[in-house]
């Protein structure tokens, strides 16, 4: 059983930069909700995680694969975080995130993600 902590976006950031999706996961609510935009899940009909296990899925695949990941451009107050994430496969392959999470009793209790990467 994971724990859950209290949102820190320096621990939380640093997580994404070290790949560990585990620290990530455990700063989310029991009720969280994470809706994903991309070429694939435009914003009409977004990809949405609504359970823990998706968003521990999502995390563990994302973190899981052998590219870097930079976080910049953060921003935080009490209603929430936000911030860019450049990431690189080793192909030369660049994402670039843009996200935005919403809190609530000190937890993440909504993201939003949208994500463009390079078509070759």
Excluded at 32 to 50: C, E, F, T, Y
Excluded at 85 to 90: D, G, L
């Amino acid at each position: 059983m994971s724990t859950i902590t209290t949102f820190d976006l320096d621990r939380f950031t640093r997580a994404a930069e070290e790949r560990d999706a585990a620290t990530q996961f455990s700063m989310y609510a029991p009720d969280a909700v994470v809706a994903i935009v991309d070429k694939i899940a435009q914003p009409g009909s977004p990809r949405v995680l609504s359970t823990r296990d998706e968003i521990k899925a999502w995390l563990e695949d994302m973190y899981g694969r052998e590219m870097t990941h930079s976080v910049q451009h953060t921003v935080k107050d009490e209603t929430g975080a936000a911030y860019t994430q450049a990431c690189r496969y080793p192909d030369g392959t660049n994402v670039l995130c843009a996200t935005v999470i919403e809190l609530a009793g000190g937890q993440i209790s909504r993201q939003t993600a949208v994500q463009v990467w390079d078509e070759n």
